[in-house]
């Protein structure tokens, strides 16, 4: 595996890696900025998509098009312009979007500013609208001394209005981002430290007039070097390469043999490494277009060679001061997109093309462009009409020598162009670059901020009032239990969960305050331990099981949308804390906390939906028959089917709190029918005999549960006692749980829970429902394995313990010291 080999490199990898702080990287020509690249790839464990501005960007640097990725349109991008094709976007590549960590832009110098504010777009509207680039974290990576981004003069056009510059640090978005900079410093190119001073002093456009000279004394008059030599011309225009290339190979007398490319799949032309039909000849000057990734190593991408033989499988490559002729064959260069995997929820490679080909083009020509990130040993520049800021320098700087390079025309002076908004932007980059020591503090920050996070329930405590808000606006649509359990669940969450976590976060700042990370804080660890396990146990226990069992039925199809959102809401702002808190169990670590979050982001299926499902089913049955399930059907057929034929809502005619109620006792005659919340005389005298001639049709299924009852319309129902403290009064009656359970026909577990949320408050003392040996067995345990679960402490117990009595000791000690 790679390793990251110098300080700034170093430096830089412990800044992606360990903080969440956006990096300028840069460096000269030949500072290893690809290779870095690369490294990061291998060796991050964040979530990562890699973009490059070109097809061929893309292909080198292992990544996707920044246009494909964000699927952006071409052209200019006035402010807002990216937010329409954005909706285009698919559900997979939202979650992806939503769970990335890192984005790395590779040749950031050729990205337009415009283009960065399109990312920013994308990436706000699936993740945080108020942070820049949605809270991702981002690598960008060039030299802004190399190629410009390409902007029409139409083009500016419309975008001058909006930007200073093109350039990449104009965007809007970057301007509000704090990033740091880094520069590595060790080139690896070259290693003749007078060649390093001439290509450094064009670089940062203060070449004394003596190098100046020194470089132009390789001005050589009508160079016509032989063949043998391997020379390649570097020019500033495509058509003068192509050119040079045609001429050469017509010369050649040796016939022409062509190669059709295989492409399979998606692999657009302007990402083709080199040409779809590929004609050769032997004596053909050729390069490389791809490293070889053999553990041989014998060529790599600007490697240039002549060739001696082709037959049908192979061509034969002779490299100049090489005594071994090279066998090429075909090679594959693969298209890839981004895709969430379903088995493992990370952000993986996916295939969609292969390009296979034999890696090679014709050599005696190529653009300054097409050159960038190239090494050649012998070029010949043609420079003299550079018409770009950058390109003088990067095809100097191809060059591995200096005796290796040949000037087709002298350099003048005023070919290598000069920007002030660049210079004054590297400057800016001088007074950006970190030290260890910010480093560190970014490392505490980074955990900080994490840990207030996993600590905060202000999202969750927003999304519970909105849906108790929605509950009690339309109570009269809505079943009445639903007003009941957002109230004992907001009860519930602002005493045991939000209460204790405002207190937590008040003691960390404490812990701050130590000159230690979080991460390496262990009485601030033992806290996260103790703490994580409470919260996860209690959402998982106490929160979502009241959640679940919410019912959301309405005839107001708007409010029961809304409340539905609302929940679904709730329930998965609940399940990622869980999981958040879970993967405190062990201690907090801070990759691990992201890998968390972002997968249970990715997993979550609503599990209220289906809980609620079957509890609709039990509310319209009765006594465990599935009679009052066809009743409730049928009323709701009849209901709909009158509503249509006088064009009116189906809640006008029988609203489905009255069909829920029908169920339930159902009424045989006209005073009992009475009694029905919903019915009055005129109702009655108009449907009342259709609606009893339904509900006799399933009279002889199943007896009523219980006679309707009259209730005289002069008196109100008396409140309802939560079910909860129900059980606390017949318990502190004298009845057993048992009694307590047969007397209110729900499951002795349930009576047991409701118990024990009383140990927890100090309502009832945990020796009133266990016997003192049993309940001090079991906390023994319980203090002494740590276990993490209900089911792993039940496994490790006696087997006349219940669950139930297993959390009321639980909360029993809870109530005591252990409370965070």
């Not at 460096?27 to 464990?45: M, R, W, Y």
Request: contains cysteine; proline residues 5%; aromatic residues 8%.
């Amino acid at each position: 595996m790679p390793a990251i080999v110098n300080e700034k490199r170093q430096l830089a990898y412990d800044f992606i890696l360990h903080t969440n702080r956006n990096v300028f990287l840069t460096g000269k020509a030949g500072t290893g900025k690809t290779t870095f690249l690369h490294e990061i790839k291998q060796l991050s464990s964040k979530r990562l998509a890699v973009v490059a501005p070109t097809g061929v960007a893309a292909i080198n640097a292992g990544g996707v098009t920044i246009h494909s990725l964000f699927q952006l349109p071409f052209g200019p991008l006035v402010p807002g312009a990216a937010g329409q094709e954005s909706k285009k976007i698919n559900r997979e590549k939202i979650k992806l979007f939503r769970t990335l960590d890192l984005l790395i832009v590779d040749e950031i110098s050729m990205v337009r500013a415009d283009v960065l504010d399109g990312i920013d777009e994308v990436l706000r509207r699936y993740r945080h609208r108020s942070e820049p680039f949605g809270g991702v974290q981002l690598l960008l990576i060039g030299d802004m001394q190399q190629l410009p981004p390409v902007i029409r003069d139409e083009d500016w056009a419309f975008l001058k209005p909006h930007y200073e510059t093109g350039y990449f640090f104009g965007s809007r978005a970057l301007r509000k981002t704090p990033y740091i900079a880094i520069e590595l410093q060790h080139i690896y190119r070259q290693s003749d430290q007078r060649f390093i001073d001439i290509l450094n002093g064009i670089r940062e456009k203060r070449v004394t007039r003596a190098q100046l000279d020194d470089l132009n004394q390789r001005y050589i008059p009508d160079f016509k070097p032989d063949d043998s030599e391997g020379y390649i011309t570097l020019s500033t225009h495509n058509t003068v390469a192509q050119q040079i290339n045609n001429q050469k190979l017509g010369a050649l007398t040796n016939p022409v043999h062509t190669f059709e490319a295989t492409i399979e799949g998606e692999f657009p032309a302007h990402a083709y490494p080199t040409e779809a039909r590929l004609e050769l000849k032997v004596g053909a000057q050729v390069m490389f277009v791809k490293n070889d990734i053999s553990r041989d190593k014998l060529f790599y991408n600007g490697k240039i060679g002549r060739i001696t033989d082709i037959d049908d499988d192979f061509i034969y490559v002779k490299c100049p001061k090489e005594t071994e002729t090279l066998v090429v064959d075909r090679l594959e260069w693969t298209n890839i997109r981004y895709s969430l995997d379903a088995t493992t929820n990370e952000i993986k490679e996916e295939p969609i093309g292969k390009f296979i080909q034999y890696p090679l083009k014709l050599a005696w020509a190529i653009t300054i462009h097409k050159s960038q990130g190239l090494t050649f040993e012998k070029a010949i520049i043609d420079a003299s009409s550079a018409f770009a800021h950058g390109q003088v320098y990067v095809a100097l700087s191809r060059c591995k020598t200096l005796d290796g390079l040949v000037l087709r025309t002298p350099i003048p002076s005023h070919s290598i162009k000069t920007e002030m908004l660049l210079e004054e932007f590297h400057e800016q980059v001088q007074l950006q670059t970190p030290d260890e020591q910010e480093l560190w503090n970014s490392k505490q920050t980074t955990q900080e901020n994490l840990l207030l996070d996993l600590f905060s329930f202000d999202r969750s405590d927003y999304l519970l009032n909105k849906a108790l808000r929605l509950a009690r606006e339309n109570a009269s649509s809505l079943d009445e239990g639903i007003d009941q359990l957002l109230t004992q669940l907001k009860s519930l969450f602002s005493e045991k969960a939000a209460g204790l976590a405002i207190r937590f976060r008040r003691q960390l700042p404490a812990y701050f305050a130590e000159s230690l990370l979080p991460e390496e804080n262990q009485p601030l660890q033992e806290r996260i331990r103790k703490a994580g396990t409470y919260f996860k146990d209690l959402i998982h226990h106490e929160l979502l099981p009241v959640l679940y069992v919410c019912p959301t039925e309405s005839d107001n199809k708007l409010v029961q949308e809304s409340l539905r959102e609302s929940l679904d809401e709730l329930e998965k702002e609940l399940f990622i804390k869980m999981h958040c808190f879970d993967s405190c169990r062990t201690g907090f670590d801070a990759l691990a906390y992201l890998k968390s979050r972002n997968e249970s982001d990715l997993i979550f299926q609503p599990n209220r939906k289906s809980k609620e499902r079957r509890k609709t089913g039990d509310a319209t049955e009765s006594s465990g028959s599935k009679a009052g399930t066809s009743l409730y059907k049928a009323l709701t057929k009849w209901r709909d089917d009158l509503a249509g034929e006088n064009d009116s809502a189906g809640y006008m005619v029988l609203p489905r709190k009255t069909i829920l109620e029908l169920s339930r006792i159902r009424p045989t005659t006209t005073e009992e029918l009475l009694t029905v919340k919903g019915f009055g005389k005129t109702k009655v005298k108009m449907i009342g005999e259709e609606v009893l001639a339904i509900i006799r049709a399933f009279s002889d299924e199943e007896p009523r549960t219980s006679p309707p009852m009259p209730v005289p319309a002069s008196k109100e129902k008396p409140p309802k006692t939560p079910s909860p403290a129900l059980s606390l009064t017949l318990f502190r009656e004298g009845k057993s749980v048992q009694a307590i359970a047969q007397e209110r026909t729900i499951a002795v577990s349930t009576v047991e829970g409701h118990l024990a949320q009383f140990v927890s408050t100090g309502d009832l003392s945990i020796h009133d429902l266990i016997p003192v040996e049993k309940a001090e067995a079991i906390r023994a345990y319980l203090e002494t394995h740590l276990p993490k679960t209900l089911t792993e402490a039940k496994s490790g117990l006696d087997d006349t313990v219940t669950y139930g009595e297993i959390r009321m000791v639980y909360n029993w000690i809870l109530a005591g010291k252990e409370k965070p």
